[in-house]
């Protein structure tokens, strides 16, 4: 059965720690991507990889951080430096872009983080 | 930098009443893609447009893409409260396959 996954679902972090979520698929994706949702708003990129060892920032990485040590792991660290790091986070992958076609992404069932 | 804005951002309907949400980019797309996303679930992929002007169609939902590759469409006939959800589109930044989502229309369906 493939897909991607996310753990946990619900995640609860005291302030100044940090928390490592984690996404795993197996659909054989080389691009994989980290959002954050913030409630009644749209998708952030946090950050997103193409290939192993590979990853760049989006537009929202500060206080953040993630490894692509493996394919089909691509876990994201939520450090204590990240201001406001309460939201649901959502991990997607895809194909990569080949000849000119787009691919749609993926997304996991995501972890709703809240610090307090 | 890039904008990819929807509207309207809410959206109330009686059962059986049609629903249209828009996509505008502030910079052309080489293609635009569109999901939904149920009430607490995460967003699943409906469709990508390609090609300038063009229109798709997935039972009750009709998809479109401007001819100017800027702004695109999303009407859905006789909703049902299965349509219920938050739409969002995307569209790809220049030269990569990192996607820039919409800000999303929060459709309510009223039986």
Same mark, same amino acid.
């Given at each position: ?5 996310? +753990? ?8 100044? *720690?940090?928390?490592?979520? +984690?996404?795993? *698929? ?6 994989? $991507?980290? $959002? ?10 946090? $950050? ?19 490894? &692509? ?16 790091? #309460? ?5 997607? +992958? ?8 787009? $691919? ?6 995501? #972890? &709703?983080?809240?610090?307090? | 930098?890039?904008?990819v804005?929807q509207?309207?951002?809410? /959206? ?6 049609? @629903?249209?949400?828009?996509c505008? %980019? %502030? ?5 635009i893609q569109w ?9 699943? @992929? !409906?469709? /990508? !447009?390609? =090609?300038?002007?063009?229109?798709? =169609? ?5 998809? /479109? @893409?401007?001819?100017? =590759?800027?702004?695109s %469409? ?5 909703? /049902? ?7 969002f589109c995307a569209g ?9 989502f919409g ?6 369906? !009223?039986?």
């Amino acid at each position: 059965d493939g897909g991607i996954t996310q +753990s946990p679902k619900y995640l609860f972090r005291k302030e100044g *720690q940090n928390v490592t979520l +984690s996404c795993e *698929q197996n659909l054989n994706h080389d691009a994989m $991507y980290w $959002y954050r949702q913030d409630p009644g708003q749209g998708l952030r990129l946090i $950050y997103y990889s193409q290939i192993v060892n590979d990853f760049q920032k989006g537009d929202i990485a500060e206080g953040y951080s993630v490894s &692509r040590e493996k394919k089909e792991s691509f876990p994201l660290t939520v450090t204590s430096a990240q201001k406001n790091p #309460t939201a649901f986070y959502l991990c997607a +992958s895809s194909n990569i872009f080949k000849a000119g076609r787009a $691919y749609e992404q993926y997304f996991g069932p995501g #972890t &709703r983080l809240t610090v307090t | 930098g890039q904008q990819v804005m929807q509207i309207p951002q809410y /959206q109330h309907v009686q059962e059986g009443e049609d @629903f249209t949400t828009y996509c505008n %980019s %502030s910079t052309t797309l080489s293609n635009i893609q569109w999901y939904k996303q149920r009430p607490g679930g995460h967003p699943v @992929f !409906l469709i /990508q !447009l390609v =090609k300038s002007g063009e229109v798709k =169609k997935q039972k009750r939902l009709t998809f /479109q @893409f401007g001819e100017a =590759k800027k702004n695109s %469409s999303l009407h859905i006939t006789a909703t /049902q409260t299965t349509d219920v959800g938050t739409y969002f589109c995307a569209g790809p930044t220049s030269g990569t396959y990192k996607y820039i989502f919409g800000t999303g229309t929060r459709l309510k369906v !009223l039986a």
